[in-house]
């Protein structure tokens, strides 16, 4: 009775505790006062720099995130915010005449922190200055996808079931984290909910690209944690849930397809270079993908539980959103906007057994049957006719069996070229005989001479057609 009266009493202290200090990191916040020019601070960091960034990529031999370079080890531009001349996604060659190829990531980040660079890319040279601006980071964490619910291929979607967490450092906030001390997690939902504070990661939504959603299997959790290592303080926010997203399936090799489920996350904060002095100064929000991100994306390949596929393999990367929309401060004008996106793209291929036991080979068995009137003599009009005829009704019987497996597009897959084939081929033998019926009493060693060569050439050019249905021509 003694030992349970005790554990009561510690987590009594324990939860009064940590009730008072997350208390204490409420009235910290909120004490913060308002600048001066009115603006509220929603833990951007003031930048002063070229505005050059670089896309980086997980090295699992490493276990750490690097620069992403191209076959001659020279990085790629992930963006260049005040010169748009420079190309995302091409590689750059030097910077003030160093080689980067010949550099290594630490290097290439302390010629960033000049204030004027000279950039060369695709044999031109760039001279970009420094410039204010101001920088929301977000930290992809985790992304745990836990399940694909389902790959509806007739109608373009796919759902999945998933949770990660977006965490963004403020700044600002340091003294209230200190409050709470380290590694403590205070719930920030009551204030975010009362518009007492402003986050980017909780006022703004991170917006996953799809259709629809369940409701009441989507959440979100917004959280605050003071890391006393690096005297840092950030707002996590968790959001769990069940979308349906679009895809654009390409079934020009079905079933021997290979389909891409793509999975977009939208940084909430765009790339705005203020040239309408809109803002107080250019900003602009990059997602920064964890270590994490990969392990989790890793860890659902090996252990996915699909049926009629299999993932292959998967890619990760950081893509910049390009769109034009109605400008929000002149009703007259069209403005192009951008957003940085974490794009999880996960290739997946069709277990094709089905199709290559239930339509592939009953297809193939009756078109054998129809080709085998061509072992029969051509002066057997009778018997030819009635076994091709038999073998052609059954192909298009069998057509009707199968149909609902096969998607209903606008151009022919590879199964579409096989099944017309067939057809054709199904069909050869009946005109045969029947031209043979005109020739067989005038020529019939003609007929025969024909009858052979059907057999050989036919059964080639069959062949060579059905590879060339298949192949990637």
Request: glycine share 2%.
């Amino acid at each position: 009775m003694k030992l349970k009266l005790f554990v009561l009493y510690f987590f009594f202290i324990f939860f009064k505790v940590y009730a008072d200090e997350c208390k204490n990191f409420e009235e910290k916040v909120l004490s913060i006062p308002t600048p001066a020019n009115g603006i509220v601070s929603d833990g951007q960091q003031p930048k002063y720099d070229t505005g050059i960034y670089f896309l980086k990529k997980f090295n699992y031999e490493t276990n750490k995130l690097e620069l992403e370079r191209d076959e001659n080890k020279y990085p790629i531009l992930r963006i260049s915010f005040f010169e748009e001349r420079l190309v995302p996604g091409k590689h750059i060659q030097s910077i003030d005449n160093n080689d980067l190829s010949n550099l290594n990531d630490d290097e290439i980040s302390s010629l960033l922190k000049k204030n004027s660079l000279n950039i060369k890319q695709n044999k031109q040279s760039f001279k970009i200055n420094a410039n204010k601006y101001d920088y929301y980071q977000f930290d992809l964490d985790y992304f745990l996808l836990n399940s694909i619910e389902s790959i509806d291929t007739k109608s373009g979607e796919f759902g999945i079931d998933y949770s990660f967490r977006v965490s963004h450092e403020r700044p600002d906030w340091i003294e209230a984290g200190r409050e709470i001390g380290n590694l403590t997690i205070c719930n920030i939902a009551e204030l975010t909910e009362n518009s007492k504070i402003f986050s980017p990661v909780t006022n703004e939504t991170i917006f996953i690209d799809h259709i629809k959603f369940d409701i009441d299997k989507n959440f979100s959790y917004f959280d605050q944690v003071y890391y006393e290592k690096f005297d840092k303080t950030f707002t996590n926010s968790t959001f769990e849930g069940l979308h349906v997203i679009k895809a654009n399936f390409d079934f020009k090799k079905f079933p021997f397809d290979v389909q891409n489920l793509k999975i977009v996350l939208e940084h909430p904060i765009g790339l705005e270079l203020n040239e309408d002095n809109n803002q107080p100064k250019p900003y602009i929000g990059l997602f920064d993908i964890k270590p994490a991100v990969y392990k989790n994306i890793e860890d659902y390949k090996l252990n996915n539980l699909l049926k009629e596929w299999k993932i292959i393999d998967y890619a990760i990367n950081n893509k910049i959103l390009s769109e034009t929309a109605l400008d929000p401060f002149d009703s007259n004008k069209i403005s192009n906007f951008k957003n940085d996106t974490v794009e999880i793209n996960i290739f997946i291929k069709r277990n094709t057994n089905y199709f290559i036991f239930k339509i592939l080979i009953p297809v193939f068995l009756i078109l054998s049957i129809a080709w085998s009137v061509l072992w029969i003599p051509p002066n057997q009009v009778e018997s030819r006719l009635t076994t091709s005829i038999v073998a052609l009704l059954a192909l298009i019987a069998y057509n009707f069996v199968f149909n609902d497996d096969l998607p209903k597009l606008s151009y022919l897959t590879s199964m579409d070229r096989y099944i017309l084939l067939s057809y054709l081929f199904c069909c050869i033998p009946t005109f045969l005989t029947i031209y043979f019926s005109r020739i067989n009493n005038k020529n019939y060693s003609r007929a025969v001479k024909i009858n052979k060569r059907s057999r050989l050439y036919g059964s080639i050019t069959y062949l060579l057609l059905v590879i060339l249905s298949f192949s990637n021509i």
